[in-house]
Nanobody, 124 residues
Framework: VQLVESGGGVVQAGGPLRLSCAASGSISSITGMGWYRQVPEKERELVASITSRGTKNSADFVKGRFTISRDSAKNTVYLQMNNLKPEDTAVYYC???????????????????WGQGTLVTVSS
């Protein structure tokens, strides 16, 4: 699975920005996609995700401001970010994952795929 992100950049606080992530390759068995973000010296954290069935999940710090959506025909996931704050400044990574069963024991595991990341800078 290959993921190509676009839409990052510099925006003033309070402004909007939309990120896009286009998936290609072996995408038929993707369980879900989402967005994570990371700042230096901190762990990558989930921003929002959406499953192949349309179930959404988002972090508390973005609820009411960010919305995740998808266009299945284009194999693309979007993150609409509104009312951006300086603390939203980070590298945003697109994630796709597959939940698969491996081994004779039937262990369930998650395979993750990542985009290259796109920088979002929110100026105050």
């Amino acid at each position: 699975v290959q993921l190509v992100e676009s839409g990052g950049g510099v925006v003033q606080a309070g402004g909007p920005l939309r990120l896009s992530c286009a998936a290609s390759g072996s995408i038929s068995s993707i369980t879900g996609m989402g967005w994570y973000r990371q700042v230096p010296e901190k762990e990558r954290e989930l921003v929002a995700s959406i499953t192949s069935r349309g179930t959404k999940n988002s972090a508390d710090f973005v609820k009411g401001r960010f919305t995740i959506s998808r266009d299945s025909a284009k194999n693309t996931v979007y993150l609409q970010m509104n009312n951006l704050k300086p603390e939203d400044t980070a590298v945003y990574y697109c994630n796709a994952y597959k939940v698969v069963v491996v081994g004779v024991g039937g262990e369930v595991t998650r395979l993750n795929y990542w985009g290259q990341g796109t920088l979002v800078t929110v100026s105050s």
